[in-house]
């Protein structure tokens, strides 16, 4: 018998592998534990699943090497990763690898050796007398080898001229071999410059002088990198002083500075008023209790629920547990992380996407080898290695932003429940407009439901007004991006000295450019979608594949020169507001105005700060942050996203309109919402202006049970993708005929249909929506589709499924 392990590898596959473990590794392979192992021609990192012995002379392939003394994945994260693996039918091994730190200390790279065939080709193509040029061209890689010893590695090789048609023709004929290598990289290091106290002052030249005033005067020992920039000198000033003896150079590992976060941000009271008393009472009861415990915290917007979860936070660390903070995006980690970071000291971690490879990398570990008991995040930080968890709070816990888009298709959310059940922790879901599904929940008895049903200092709600769009239009006789009586307010405010904030949830200049002549727009060329006009740049661009093209003259269709934008995004709006306020401070939060977290953090502090009037933005104005001195939010065009082909359309509309207006009037000001609307008698415009929540659900929950969606039924969308129309059609009839085959009572198919993005990155797209009112008939039928796709041999990358999808284009 031999010693084996399952290992997990990060592929699109639905299988895991089995690898030989030699004698000297056994000890150390443990489940959760990253290996590398060599994949065809390849060294892959993998996880270990779990041992078991084989066969003696099974022909398995040795496991190169054991990263992680200590598993990197508790076996809770395995358990967990098999969950989800299993629930959203993602495969395994990808699914792990989302829940890994940035395997940093690995670089990956193939290797190529020379053959024995390869050198007596290599003898032989030396004797010829006129080499042709692909016999040429073998010899030149064939030789590159021979000089350097018989192994060159991959980036070698990808230098020569013409290096790859030679390769393969080589490795075909088994000239030349590749192997897969996993090699340490060494930390990257810097260098570091200080003045020699010894060294003798004079005589200096005057860029010398510079260098002396900068670190022995000014600043002490600095990083070269930072010595050149503050003393303006060259590299040569400083290797010359240093040959002198006049300075001391050392190396260290780059260790990269934290990202600090300033807003006006004043760290929230930490006394709380009786509603959030009574909610933290119950709160501290089920934490020592010991045991999962699902509940849902509904609090208007500025009733003070980050106070609430920093003190179940309290309680946690008291009773010697930890605790996970999830929040939507990552402007609110590095809010909330300063806030826990001043209220909890180093104990708490932040893990999100935004952080560099090695940053996250050093978090991750930091977490893993127990030195933080607070982690704040993103929706990845729910798979934070911590132990001993009491407590996972959810923020927002309605954003779409939870649920990721991408292989593994997971809600954070709903994991954060599952982790929460496995390590039998309180979980805290947070919001001011509950996801209907979390409501409902929470109506049933499932999780238990807390209430703040006022804001703090029992300061007012906003004010809400309905501008009427086509009320406007009837008396400017104008389409502006900004009504009259928007106009108006912000003047007011202006002249009282007070900030604003102007939400237009559209990005770019103008939604779309249209042609008068035949009525077309001019769409994106790898997706059936019109393309967003963008000033600055002078280009027009896809949102979704990042195609971009010139602004046509004339229509690229009829060649008609009658062109004509359509729509206010929010560059337009900003630049309607500077002619409108030519003295007025503005600035622009979007992703276009801002490309980097630095840029991101810099508008923000500015605002905070008081030295801007009006910021315009996305939807990224209206989540979460806490500004004082905002007196008045305006709604540019509340519709945009109602006539989405989506069935939370109205919900997204509501939770968006609510969560803008919740930013007015946190301070001890009143505020006042001004929100545009060409449909101002909708129900979701209508209940978010009076902020109605419990109407709103009632109502959208009605149309969600006669319409048999979430929370009734269980959704999945099953996607079916390919570059040639005739082979997604062909693949959507067999996927058809497949659930046409099954009979299952609880299982609604709708489908195929076009997608409503029917192309999309050059792909053709249809698409099937399961409805199921039970959830393990939907996983069943799943399961089975995947086997049918394997059977008729549809490729893996063909098909897409989301398990509960928030996302139906
Ligand atoms: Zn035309
Ligand atoms: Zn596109």
Request: hydrophobic share 45%; net charge positive; with cysteine.
């Amino acid at each position: 018998m031999v010693r084996t392990c399952e290992v997990a590898l990060p592929l699109p596959l639905r299988t895991t592998f089995t690898y030989r473990v030699p004698g000297a590794l056994d000890e150390q392979m443990v489940a959760g534990a990253r290996v590398v192992v060599p994949f065809r021609n390849r060294a892959m990192l993998g996880v270990v699943l779990g041992r078991g012995d084989g066969p003696d002379g099974a022909s398995l392939k040795n496991v190169a090497e054991i990263l992680d003394p200590v598993p990197a994945l508790s076996s809770r994260l395995v358990e967990l990763g098999r969950w989800i693996s299993n629930y959203y039918l993602s495969p395994i091994g990808e699914t792990l690898r989302a829940m890994l730190p940035p395997s940093v200390e690995l670089q990956f790279d193939r290797e190529w050796q020379i053959s024995e065939a390869g050198r007596a080709r290599l003898q032989e193509l030396r004797s010829l007398a006129a080499p042709n040029e692909a016999e040429s061209a073998d010899l030149a890689v064939l030789q590159v080898l021979e000089a350097r010893g018989g192994v060159v590695s991959d980036g070698i090789l990808r230098k020569l001229r013409d290096s790859s048609a030679a390769v393969a023709r080589l490795l075909r004929r088994n000239e030349l071999v590749v192997r897969g290598a996993g090699r340490h990289r060494t930390a990257r290091m810097q260098k570091i410059v200080a003045w020699k106290v010894q060294a003798v002052p004079a005589p200096f030249r005057p860029a010398e002088q510079k260098v002396h005033r900068v670190l022995a005067e000014n600043a002490g020992p600095l990083a070269l990198v930072s010595l050149l920039k503050m003393a303006d000198v060259s590299r040569a000033v400083v290797q010359r002083l240093a040959k002198q003896g006049k300075l001391l150079v050392t190396e260290e590992p780059l260790a990269p500075e934290e990202v600090r976060f300033a807003t006006d941000l004043l760290p929230p009271s930490n006394l709380l008023n009786a509603e959030q008393v009574h909610v933290m009472n119950a709160i501290k009861a089920w934490l020592q209790a010991r045991a999962f415990h699902p509940a849902l915290l509904y609090g208007v917007t500025g009733s003070g629920k980050t106070e609430v979860y920093l003190h179940a936070v309290e309680a946690t660390l008291a009773l010697g547990r930890t605790a996970i903070i999830l929040v939507p995006e990552i402007a609110l980690t590095m809010w909330i992380s300063e806030i826990c970071r001043a209220r909890f000291g180093g104990t708490v971690a932040v893990l999100h996407s935004g952080l560099s490879e090695r940053e996250r990398a050093r978090e991750w570990w930091r977490v893993r080898r127990q030195e933080v008991q607070v982690v704040v995040g993103t929706r990845s930080a729910v798979f934070a290695p911590l132990e001993g968890i009491g407590l996972i709070v959810v923020d927002e816990e309605q954003e779409s932003s939870y649920k990721q888009e991408e292989a593994p298709r997971y809600h954070g959310r709903d994991v954060a429940l599952m982790r929460a059940k496995l390590e039998g922790a309180v979980a805290l879901l947070g919001s001011a407009t509950p996801s209907l599904e979390s409501y409902q929940r929470a109506r049933e008895g499932k999780y238990d439901l807390l209430c703040l049903r006022s804001r703090v200092e029992n300061r007012p709600m906003a004010a809400v007004q309905i501008a009427d769009l086509r009320e406007d239009f009837r008396r400017t006789h104008k389409t502006a991006p900004i009504s009259q009586d928007l106009r108006e307010a912000i003047a007011r405010e202006l002249a009282a000295g007070r900030q604003s904030i102007v939400l237009i949830n559209r990005r770019g200049y103008s939604w779309f450019v249209l042609c008068r002549g035949c009525g077309a727009a001019v769409l994106c060329e790898n997706c059936s979608i019109a393309l967003t006009y963008h000033k600055k740049r002078e280009r027009l661009a896809c949102h979704y594949c990042g195609f971009s093209r010139r602004v046509p003259r004339a229509c690229p269709k009829c060649n008609s020169e009658h062109i004509y934008f359509v729509g206010a995004g929010a560059e337009q709006v900003e630049e309607h507001l500077r002619t409108l306020f030519p003295q007025a401070r503005i600035a622009r939060l979007d992703r276009d105005a801002v490309r980097h977290k630095r840029a991101f953090g810099q508008v923000l502090g500015a605002f905070g700060a008081g030295s801007i009037d009006i910021l315009v933005g996305t939807q990224m104005v209206a989540k979460g942050h806490d500004f004082h001195g905002v007196t008045l939010v305006g709604v540019a065009s509340a519709d945009a996203q109602l006539s989405f082909p989506d069935f939370r359309a109205a919900e997204r509309t509501f939770q968006l309109l609510t969560q803008v207006a919740g930013r007015a009037g946190r301070g001890t000001l009143p505020g006042k919402v001004i929100v545009e609307s060409y449909h101002p008698e909708h129900y979701a415009i209508q209940m978010a202006a009076s902020q109605d929540y419990v109407s709103f659900f009632e109502k959208e929950l009605h149309f969600r049970r006669l319409m048999h969606y979430p929370p009734f039924v269980a959704l999945a969308s099953v996607l079916v993708r390919g570059a040639k129309l005739e082979k997604a059609i062909h693949w959507s009839r067999q996927i058809e005929a497949f659930f046409e085959s099954q009979k299952m009572p609880e299982i609604k198919v709708l489908g195929p249909a076009a997608a409503p993005l029917a192309r999309l990155k050059g792909q053709y797209r249809f698409h099937f929506l399961l409805k199921s009112t039970r959830r393990a008939a939907l996983n069943q039928i799943l399961n089975k589709c995947l086997a049918c796709c394997v059977e008729k041999e549809i490729p893996d990358r063909a098909i897409l499924i989301d398990v509960d999808p928030v996302n139906l284009l």
